[in-house]
Each structure stands twice: as structure tokens, then as C-alpha cells.
């Protein structure tokens, strides 16, 4: 049994408790160990309860104990409530009873800066062979044990939805919301400070529970960026993973780190991340909540394809604005369908086009109309819209799931008494409806889009294993990226002079924080990343023999770890078209450099082939502080900076990842042959940015590489520059 | 009295109607003739109410009418419920009668391509000297008055909320939804197919209304588009109009069409227009009617400083995230602050930055906080987030808002019972309370948006006066280009040959499509837009000296009517370094020009100075289909193309919009010096497009025009193509 296995075991052991003590449980109705235990009695809970309070005598018509110790079995989880001071002595209490786990809703450790607390906390626990769920929580509730573990509030129904959450009141929102509407949660979980167990080892639980058929994370950050990947690598396949992560602004990561002290990683970065391991992310609540309703009801689509049918032409119309919007396919229905339609004899006013509207609020209208599309196979999903109350419409849609093959979800604009009562009854028969026609369609387009990660996930695991996420699977790579990878088992590149002081650089750069350029291309071309023909030396006339080598023109620059920025400081010459303008760039580019950085170490000069122009795009990898070697792409120049045209995935990659990046650019369309140009060679820029995913994978010290720019020609690419730190 | 005001004058007769007529009325329960009628009664409405019906006897407890003509007296307003084909005899009845207004419910006119009974039903009104709401549509309500003219809902909570919409489902849901919550609403208003009295009569009813403090239109079109204008202009400077158009996907655009037959004007084109005079445009319904709800219960801020007050960390975070996003300042708070809080003793886990944590659920820290915060100024809008239930929140928060300054926006995750009393409470007080603190920002960014408009607005109109929307009006261009208005009157500028054809070319361009450029060029320069030094002629000789006389480099292009893509045809020749050189390329240019158009006639060659490099903008203009004359600005070449990265804005403008226009584009930073650049000529740019706007104000024939690219340098702008069509 792996580290894993036996924490869900503890879970399991937690969740599906025959008997549970809550310490510091008090009769005082303003305390939240008064509530706990109330909330604990009133959501029903089967096993025994036994509250624990110094004084002992009865709480809430239950005898109190003085102690852990004095139980007379051994409880399956204690929630904690008392004083940070007073925790440390429950817990060896648990240890010593044999509780396998604990719940500690306590707060003030390293959300408040008590640092020391915490390890505190975690050392006891350790030495005690305690399990800790928190600390800083409200508690959990999990619906199929009736046991409402924390202090607010009491959930009455339960349903296939699940939340893992570092906020009680967020959670406890969402599911309160759940079960007004009798979508019902099945489980709601704190996560506080993680002290020990965390979001990954409660996603793999839920994974497992038949009761949970999606799930909503609200996170402030990941304990271990990697662990959290391989959690969603496996929970992704099998269910649904929404996540909301606070943090998308600077102030946000500000707070973040103010108010649970955990390592919130870049926002972007953490998007693509969830994105490329099939998770879902969201920016809102209502979105997290939203899709989480929708992917836990609705059968996940099997395409892309929506019919929009709609008791009134406006709904239908602001339903396919959002559609359109969101690229879900609105396809036309075919003739064969219309004629049936047409012999219904429905309403004279009604539009048979899609967005159907019905222009009728009678429930056997949408029936016959939905029976028919679904026979014609027009759509994969049916967003129903109802306008108005439509009398009987919750039945007729129970009735009808069970009859077609399309997935439905319904939008319930108005209504009245008849929305009142039908909502509650579809969501819990499994179709679930929506205030407004967007928000059905934002959330059915998560749902399109998790089907689509759920077929390409089957067909390539039926095909090439999965990417290990915490090293460079060769396998995994393409050919080109494996012979990069065997590369460096020795072969020098024949571009790097052999005169190069190799073992002096190689000292230096242990020291230094960038790589000299020739240092970096030597590393590149190491992993089969194209760099134009140059030559290093500090020796005006080898450069001028290697230059007449390459071909005119050429580009001299500056190699100095004393020149950061060598463009601003002169140190890049191009356009030079022979040997005598190379002498006089030569020097002109050393007075230039003197007059700039009088004490600049000038190692030599790297003079290279000068690449045609193309389109260009910047290509860079960094040790993300959450995720590590994480890869990002963008088109060249201007773009990237000024209009923030950049994709992330978290090395290493699959080829797939790779060209997904590039499709996310906005400026993609330059690469396929934009206002008449070529097509650029896309299969070529997949090759380089794999080969860079192996260097990152390989070269863990590398904080920072750009490759900018980075040439796209109709045949192959060129990196024109490389910058790395390490 | 204007025919504004008389429209206004008889809207305000139809809704405060002492007696209404229900023609059409039934005593089938599935008859709309039932529902409404039953709809006016169970409303509350307090005036006579004459149920009509061939058949006459008693309709739910009301003694029948056979015909409006029969009546007692004249009633205010007649609902009309029969079937088209009667339609226009009880108008004529209602003429006679001396009935001022009718709503007509029936449909079955142009939304389905009988466009034959709605001009039959136009005149029939006109000749009886009858208004029309409608038809179409589900009816109005109208709350001060108690009058649900419609067949559904019954609305029970007047509040300061109000709507027009072109589809009755969906406001009737907006209704519902305000009604539920006690916000109320004061009139929601359909609009269906508008043959008489129009969205823009109903917002002008409105502003004058003092039940109504704000507005939200569902639009699916709108009649005239430079009226719609004139009434935002009229109405946005005292109330807030929130707008949701639909039509924004071309799949939206295409139903819109087959619906209510309207014109709808390109999405991003009507979103400017809206924010250019005022009104703010959503994409959603949420958020239309959540800005409404804010818009028409928070006091408008008085400047863009957020606070965030929390009962727990995570609702806060999520809350400053959006904010960041949308741009709002979430300023830090001043030591003196902070000072005077921690004296106050509340929760030791409390954290007082911005956001506010108080981790504790008790009504009175919240007061309290926001006390003191108010006193020390430190935010215009307080944002309370309600995590889990806070006793007494509700109460507490009305005293609040009597005692502070800034204005207050709630919001409520979870609370149970507790939320679900102090929410209609709290709304009904004019506290806004929003599900999710996401919504709340959102709304909020709306409210500081428009209170920055009104400000604005104000500060205009004490200065020069607003820009009548239907001409050009040159005192409110700046000097410049009232200059080039004035240039009008006769000048030819120098640029133009004497010798120019210009008799014949003016004839031909009546029947043509695209003005020669030469003819363009004379255009633009007549309004002062810089274009390089240049010369038509179909003789070689000409060219040459009128090259030698600019200077070398020039640029040729070709000049004929047969050749609409010139580069493509190879009509462009630049680089051209000497005399000898334009020869060669005018003999080469005419035979590329034979060889690809045997049979274009080549008027000439436009011999340019060749511009040096710049910054490169599109500037365009279009007759909008909506709202006439439009300017366009881009960012130069592929960014307008595949980033779209544009901004429109209706003419006339004001330098204040044109200056907008480019702040609006993401590649406004190209423009003020990114990436080292010297900083481009803004003002040159925002003259070049006031100059342009009063060109296509002043020539309406002009279907497109194209100034493409522009080049913008340190000093002055220069236009290097100009493509005009009529």
C-alpha cells in the first residue's frame, strides 16, 4: 500500500466514522463548539457522539467526557475546538486512544505568523501517528455518513457535487445553494492551512466515491505543484475537476499571502496547468459553481454540437450570442427535421430554425419538438429554455432524459410558482437548470470541452503512456527530442570551436547567474534547438576566417558577463557584409562597449550567420515557485509585450501540448499563412519547444531561458538568441 | 409641445390610466384574454376595468363590454388580445372612441413576413389618431399605478428598478427576480415590434418618472439609430440605462433578423455608440439586471476607491481579484486607520489591510470597522462581504448606510434563514445584496464608470455645448478642424495639379463606386488630413519633374478604376531612388497592369514622397447601417487584422472621443513610447480624426473609407493611402 493509498484509507476511516468526539464541544450557544455539536446532532448522524469538555456532566442531551482518554471506545475522527495552546495535548490524547485522524477547526498559526506553532503542531502529530485534516477550517460534511462535521451549516440534501475548499464561508455558500435547489452536495471539505493531509489526497478520495460524480476546488495555492498535477492526472479521466484559484491579481496574490500564507503561483501559469492536466478553471464563484452543478447532472456530451429550443425568441437568441461566443457549434437543422416539425401542426408564430422558437409555453410542445431532434440526431446537448411558467414542464423533462439520447440542461427565465417547483425537482432528477440562458451555455461549453479532454485522454491511453510529470520520460518525446536527449551523453556540436575555453566557462557559469551566449547556444544545440552558424573567439582574425566560412552578412556581438543588456549597450552590430566591415565593427563595438562599461571582462566576440527575416515569436522556459520547468510561448516583439500573446504548459510535454500552445496564440493565424504569406513550418517551432521541454526537464538549475527571437520560415526555425539563467 | 413631448404626454395618460379596456378578454383560464385580465385585477389595480368580448355577460366577476364603442365612458388605454385580422376594426373603435393609446399583445405581423399587416395596421392607427405599444408583445406593467397590463407575472414590490425589452419572457424573468428579492421594480415595459412608440419615447417617459432611478434595456435592435442617441443623450446624464443587446454573434445577428425583423447594427459598433453617449453595455442578462439592481439603490460613488470588509479571508480575496481585474482602486488603508481599529479589541485574527478580514461573524465588528473606516475616507464604496450567517447583519446595515458617506454594496455567501431574511431587507432599504462578491465588483466597476461619466458630463456642460447628434456642428470641433470645414467653401489645396482632370473625374465618380485616389486625396486634404507631397498625371515627364521637385525616394501607384487591389496587380512600385529608376518602373507598372487587366483603363500615376517609417494606425469610417456615419481606429497591419485591436466611435465626435478611441486600443502603448520609442503625436492623431469625422458628416454619400495605414511620427501624422467609397 503506497503513502497515498493509506491517507485515503485514513479518509475513508474520517468520512464514513461509526462514532466521533468533539473536543471542546460547550453548551454555550455562541460557541462554535456548541454549533459543531448541533450541527453534528441535526444533520442526522447515526453513530455515537461523544462531546468532550473539561467539566464533563451534558451537552446538548449528550454525556460530555472530560478527556479523550476517558472514551469508552475509540472514536473514528475527533473534531478539535479548543485553544491553539490546548492542541497539542488532544492530539497525543488521540494518538495515545488510537484515533486515526483529526479535525482541527482551531485557528492562529501560520496565518497569523505563528510559524512555530504550526511545526509544532506537525511534529506532535507525526510522533503521534495523528492524522490532521486543517488546521484554521470550519470542518467537513460528508452526505453519505449524515455527518455535518463543522459548525455551519446543516445540509439536508445530498447530491453528486463535492467541494474541497481553503474558505469555510465559500464553500459553505456553494453548498447551501446546492441544497435549496436539491442539487445536493455529497461532501464539503476544508482544507485551512494543510498541515498534512491536502486538496490532492482529498481529490483522489473523492475520485474513488461513488457518491461524487464532479467536484468544485476552491484553492489559494497548491501545497506541492507537482503532486497536485499527478493528483489531477489521475482524477481527470475518471471525473470532473472544477477550480477556482483566488490570485489573478497582484493584490489578490498579496492578500493571498497575507491571509493563509501558502505559495500562490502565477495565475496564468496555474490556468494552463489545470487546462493540461483536464482539469476545469474558472475565475468566478457562480462559474465554479455553475459548471460543478451542470458536470455532476448532466450526461457529458459526446460532441460539440447544441440545439437551443426556447419558449420565446428572445431567450433563444441571447442563448446563441453566448454559444457563438464560446465557439459551440449551432448547426443548422436539417430539412427532414423541419417537415416533421411542420406536421405537427404547433404554433403558426413558431421558428424551426436553431435557436427553435417555439413561440408557446406549452410543455407537450417542447416534448414533441425535443423527440423529433433527438430521432434526427441534430445536437449533442439540448439547452431547453423555458420563458414564463410553463405548466408541467418538470415532468415532461424527467420524462424526457430517460427517452433521448442528447444531454439536456434547462434556463428558467420567470416562472413563478411552476419554476419554484420544477427547478428542485429536475436538478434532482439529474438535469440541471439555470437563472439565465448564459450561464447554461457557459457551463455547457466546460462540459463540451471536459468531453472532448475525456475522449482524447481515452484514445491516447489506449495508445503512448501518460507524461510523468516529475522527470523527462524520453519515451515520451518525439524522435527528434530523443536523439537531443542522447545528445548529451557526450557528442560535442561541431559549431562550438574547439579552442573555446570550455572548462573555464563551465567553472564561471556555477558562479555566474546567466550563461554566456556561446554557453547557452552550446547547451541548446545540445538538445537539437537550430542556432545560425557562429563562431566565439576573442581573436579578430578567427572570427573574420569563421565569417568568410559562414557567409555574408554576418551578426557580431558582445560576450561579456559584465553586458547584460547587449543591444543597449552596443554590444550587437548586424548587416555586416564583409571582412573589412567586420574589423570595423570589431573595434567600434569594443570603444563602444569601454566607453559604456569601462570595466566590463570582454571574453570575446560571437560573430553568426545572419537569418532571413520571419515571423517571429519569443520561446522561454522558468522554474515556476508552484509548478517548476514550466515553458511558455508568444509571438515576437511587440506581441508578447504589448498585447499579452503568451501560452504556458508545465514541462514536460507531450507534441500535443506543444502545438496546443501555439493554437492558443492569438496570433497563431501569422504562423498558417496570414494576409497571403506561406504557411510557416508549425511541425518545426512543436519540435523546438519539445527539445526545450527535455533541456528544462535535464538542467533543473535553469531559472529562467529565452530563446528571443525565435525565426519561423516556410521550412524550419532559427533560435537568434539565447539568454539563460540559471 | 414637441412631438417628443406629446408621445410622453400620452405614455404617461396609458399608465396612469384611471380605467383600462381588455379587449379580447376570455373566461378560458387558458386564454391570454384571461390571464391578462386576471393579471390587472390581482395587481392591485384600483381604476375601472371594462372587459370586452362579442359575446358580453360577466368575466371574472366583471360585467362584459361586446365592443369598446359601448362603453360607459372613455378609458385611458385599451389592452388588445384578438386575433390579427380584427386587429385594425378595434383600432378604428378605439378612435372613435377617443381612446389616446392600445397595446396590442396579438402577433402574427412582420416578426413572421406579414410586413402587409403591419403597414395596414400603422395607417389604420395613424388615420384614427391611436398609439401603439406593440404589438407583439406580453404587455406593460406599471407599478405606481398598481397596473400588471400583461398576462403574467403579478408583480407585488414597487422598487426603483425599471425596463424596456424587446422580449416579454425575459423581463418578466428580470421582474420576477426583483420582485423576489424586494427590490421592486417600477415598470417593465415590452416593446415587440415598435410600429409607434419606441424604446427611445420609453426611456425619455422614464427620466422623468421620479419612481424610476435607473434602467435596463433588452434590445434586439433599435428603430432609429440617431434618435436612440439623442434620447441616451437626453437621459444618461441624470439616470443610469444599463443595455443588453443582443445580435452579438453573426448566428445572433442572423435570428435577430428572423425574429423581430429589426435592424441590428454590428455589436461592437452599437457597445461604443452606448458607452460614447453614456448608457453601459452588457453582455448578459445577469449582469443587466444586477448593474440595474446596484444602479438603482447604491448612491452613484463619488470616486473609484474600494473597500473590501470580510467576515473571512477567502470572500475577500476573491472579491479584490475582481476588482484588480476590472480596474478599481483598492486603495491601502492609512496608518491612523489602523491605529484606531486595533484599539477597538476585535478578533486577534482579524487583518486590517485592504482587503479587510475580521475572521469573525459579528454584526456589530462590521459596524464598527466601517465606522471608523468612513471617518477616515478611506474608500468611496464599502463592499461588505456576509460569510455564514451574521445575526443581525441586515439591521445593522440600514443604520449604517444612514451614517456614512460611502456608498454601501453587499455581499451575502450563505447565512441560511439569516441571509434569506436580511437579503429582501437589506435590498428593499436600498442596499444592494448580490449572491457572490464577483457580482457585487462587477456591478460596482459599473456604478464608477457611470458616476465618472456624470461627473464629466457635468463638467462639460458647463463648458461647451453637447454635440448635436444629427449634423455636424463645427463649433464643437476644435480649431483645426473648423479650419478644414472652412476649407471647404473653396480652396484647392496646392498639392492638386491645375491641370488635374478634375471636371470629368468628379462626373465619373458620381457612378462609380470607389473614388480614384487622386480624387480621395483632394478629399481628405480639403479637411487638412496630411497625406506626402504627390502628383497625378498620365505623362511620364510630368511625373518625373513633379519627383524631381518632392524629392527621391518616391513611391508610383497606379490610378484606375479597373484596378481595385493595386499591390496585388503590382499597381504599387516604392523605392523609387532617381528619375531613371521611375521611368523603368512607369513602363514596368503598365505592362504588370496590362498583363494582369487587359482591358483596365489607366487614368494615370500618382507619383508620393515616400513617407519614412512610423507607428502604423487604420483609420476608417463606415455608414453604420444603425447609426450612420462611424470612425474606426486600429493599430496598424496585423494587429487590426488578427488581433482586433480597433475602436469605434458614432460621428460627430468630440476630441475627447477621438482621444478615447486610442486609449481603447490595447496598442495605445505603441503610441506613448513603449519599448524605448520616442512618444508618437497623439494630438496629431485625435486632429486627423476630428478632421475625418466632419468629413463623413459632411458627405454622407460615403458608404467606406479607408485612411490605411496612417503613419505617426514625433511630430504629425501622415495618411499614405486613401480608399473612398460611395
Known amino acids: 500500500m503506497t503513502n497515498n493509498d493509506r491517507t485515503i484509507q485514513t ?11 468533539v473536543v471542546g464541544a460547550s453548551a454555550d450557544p455562541s460557541k462554535y463548539g456548541f454549533m459543531t455539536l448541533d450541527c453534528i446532532i441535526k444533520g442526522g448522524f447515526q453513530g455515537k457522539i461523544y462531546p468532550i469538555n473539561p467539566r464533563g456532566g451534558e451537552i446538548l442531551g449528550l454525556q460530555a467526557y472530560t478527556s479523550l482518554m476517558e472514551l469508552p471506545e475509540v472514536p473514528d475522527v475527533a473534531v478539535i475546538l479548543v485553544p491553539v495552546q490546548v492542541v497539542p495535548q488532544v492530539i497525543r490524547d488521540a494518538g495515545k486512544k488510537g484515533i486515526p485522524g483529526v479535525v482541527i477547526t482551531t485557528a492562529g498559526y501560520r496565518e497569523v505568523g505563528r510559524d512555530d506553532l504550526q511545526q509544532e503542531l506537525i511534529a506532535v502529530a507525526r510522533e503521534n501517528n495523528v492524522r490532521i485534516i486543517g488546521p484554521n477550517i470550519e470542518g467537513f460534511i460528508y452526505m453519505p455518513n449524515k455527518l455535518n462535521a463543522q459548525f455551519f451549516p446543516v445540509i439536508e440534501n445530498q ?3 463535492a467541494t474541497i475548499s481553503q474558505s469555510g464561508s465559500l464553500t459553505n455558500g456553494l453548498a447551501e445553494w446546492a441544497d435549496k435547489e436539491q442539487l445536493g452536495i455529497s461532501a464539503t471539505i476544508n482544507l485551512g492551512n494543510q498541515v498534512d493531509i491536502c486538496e490532492s489526497d482529498f481529490m483522489e478520495f473523492l475520485a474513488e466515491d461513488d457518491a461524487v460524480k464532479a467536484m468544485g476546488l476552491y484553492l489559494e495555492g497548491v501545497k506541492n505543484g507537482r503532486r497536485f498535477l499527478q493528483a489531477l492526472q489521475r482524477v481527470t479521466p475518471q471525473k470532473p475537476v472544477v477550480i477556482l484559484k483566488s490570485g489573478r491579481s497582484s493584490a489578490g496574490e498579496k492578500s493571498v499571502a497575507s491571509h493563509t500564507a501558502s505559495l500562490a503561483g502565477t495565475h496564468k501559469v496555474f490556468h494552463a496547468a489545470c487546462r493540461q492536466y483536464g482539469a476545469i478553471p474558472v475565475d468566478n464563484l457562480q462559474d465554479l459553481y455553475d459548471y460543478g452543478k451542470l458536470l455532476s447532472t448532466m450526461e457529458i456530451p459526446q460532441g460539440n454540437r447544441l440545439l437551443i429550443l426556447s419558449s420565446s425568441g428572445g431567450i433563444g437568441v441571447i442563448a446563441v450570442d453566448e454559444a457563438e461566443t464560446l ?17 405537427l401542426n404547433l404554433s403558426p408564430l413558431g421558428s424551426y430554425t436553431n435557436p427553435i422558437d417555439l413561440a408557446a409555453i406549452w410543455a407537450h410542445e417542447f416534448r414533441e419538438v425535443a423527440l423529433v431532434a433527438d430521432k434526427h440526431d441534430v445536437a449533442d446537448v439540448f439547452l431547453i429554455n423555458f420563458g414564463d411558467p410553463i405548466v408541467g414542464g418538470g415532468e415532461m423533462i424527467i420524462e424526457l432524459k430517460k427517452q433521448i439520447k442528447a444531454s439536456i440542461a434547462i434556463s428558467y427565465m420567470g416562472g413563478a410558482q411552476d419554476e419554484a417547483m420544477d427547478r428542485p425537482r429536475m436538478n434532482r432528477a439529474g438535469v440541471p437548470v439555470f437563472s439565465t440562458p ?16 475525456q475522449r482524447k485522454t481515452a484514445d491516447e491511453q489506449s495508445g503512448s503512456p501518460a507524461v510523468p510529470i516529475s522527470s523527462c520520460d524520453h519515451t515520451a518525446c518525439d524522435d527528434k527530442a530523443n536523439s537531443a536527449c542522447e545528445a548529451l551523453q557526450g557528442t560535442q556540436m561541431d559549431a562550438l570551436p574547439a579552442d573555446a575555453p570550455t572548462n573555464e566557462t563551465e567553472k564561471d ?7 554566456l551566449e556561446p554557453q547557452a547556444v552550446d547547451l541548446i544545440e545540445k538538445y537539437q534547438i537550430p542556432y545560425p552558424p557562429h563562431y566565439f573567439s576573442n581573436n579578430l582574425d578567427e572570427l573574420t576566417t569563421a565569417a568568410d566560412g559562414m557567409g555574408y552578412p554576418v551578426v557580431l556581438k558582445v560576450v561579456s558577463r559584465d553586458v547584460v543588456h547587449k543591444s543597449d549597450s552596443g554590444g550587437v ?30 571574453e570575446g566576440m560571437l560573430v553568426c550567420h545572419q537569418a532571413k527575416e520571419g515571423v517571429e515569436l519569443i520561446v522561454g522556459a522558468m522554474d515556476d515557485p508552484v509548478f517548476g520547468p514550466t515553458l511558455m510561448v508568444g509571438m515576437g516583439g511587440i506581441f508578447a509585450e504589448i498585447m499579452q500573446d503568451t501560452a504556458f504548459r508545465v514541462a514536460p510535454l507531450t507534441p500535443a501540448h506543444a502545438r496546443e500552445m501555439l493554437m492558443e496564440l492569438k496570433g497563431y493565424p ?57
Open 11 to 21: 479518509i475513508r476511516q474520517m468520512f464514513d466514522a461509526q462514532s466521533i468526539a
Open 159 to 161: 447530491g453528486p457535487f
Open 327 to 343: 465557439g459551440i457549434d449551432v448547426p443548422a437543422l436539417p430539412q427532414a427535421f423541419v417537415d416533421e416539425i411542420k406536421a
Open 438 to 453: 448564459e450561464r447554461a451555455v457557459k457551463a455547457i461549453a466546460a462540459a463540451m470541452e471536459y468531453g472532448n479532454f
Open 509 to 515: 557559469a556555477e558562479t555566474a547567474d546567466f550563461l
Open 573 to 602: 552590430s548586424v548587416n555586416i557584409e564583409n571582412a573589412q566591415a567586420l574589423e570595423t565593427q570589431y573595434e567600434a563595438m569594443k570603444s563602444r562597449i569601454k566607453a559604456v562599461h569601462p570595466h566590463a571582462v570582454i
Open 670 to 726: 501569422l504562423l498558417t499563412g496570414a494576409r497571403g504569406m506561406a504557411p510557416c513550418d508549425v511541425d518545426a517551432v512543436v519540435d523546438l519547444i519539445m527539445n526545450l521541454s527535455c533541456l528544462v526537464m535535464e538542467n533543473p538549475d535553469i531559472k529562467e531561458l529565452d530563446l528571443n527571437p525565435v525565426r519561423v520560415y516556410e521550412k524550419g526555425v532559427l533560435a537568434l538568441d539565447a539568454r539563460i539563467m540559471r
